[in-house]
């Protein structure tokens, strides 16, 4: 009887637990946000934030609103915009208008001149995969 009432403790005290912590929806503006604030990245990130383009970027400027960013959550923030970025499907989002004024304003925060570096180096990939996402696709060859 004590062996089976402990048993039962044990399931209720363990139960929220397994229920709580949900792998429920997770959104872009979740990840974005955990990143740049918690300094905490996950291996379903980039799935999560990748290809989402100008999307992403405007997600920044919603999380971040007017505070200034650490050289740490800059890094962070050129890292969201190298996944979303990454492999970008034409479509509006993939012209990166919101992510340039995002670039502009890292710039203008910061002296550091890795840091400037860095932040042209995203720039640069940005406008390199935008330019992707506009060529139409090449044919592949008959078989």
């Not at 007017?66 to 923030?77: C, H, M």
């Not at 208008?97 to 890292?106: G, I």
């Not at 002296?111 to 992707?132: E, M, P, V």
Request: include cysteine.
């Amino acid at each position: 009887m004590w062996s089976r009432t402990i048993l039962v403790v044990s399931f209720l005290c363990l139960a929220p637990l397994a229920t709580g912590q949900s792998q429920g929806t997770v959104t872009p503006e979740d990840v974005i946000r955990r990143m740049l604030y918690q300094g905490i990245t996950e291996g379903h990130d980039d799935g999560v934030v990748g290809g989402t383009g100008d999307a992403a970027a405007v997600i920044i400027t919603k999380v971040v609103g007017g505070r200034t960013l650490s050289p740490l959550q800059i890094d962070v923030a050129l890292a969201v915009l190298n996944m979303a970025f990454g492999d970008v499907r034409p479509g509006p989002d993939a012209e990166p208008k919101t992510a340039l004024f995002v670039l502009r304003q890292l710039e203008l925060s910061t002296n550091d001149a890795q840091l400037r570096g860095r932040i042209a180096q995203t720039r640069k990939y940005i406008a390199d995969q935008f330019s992707k996402s506009t060529k139409p696709p090449v044919p592949l060859p008959p078989q």
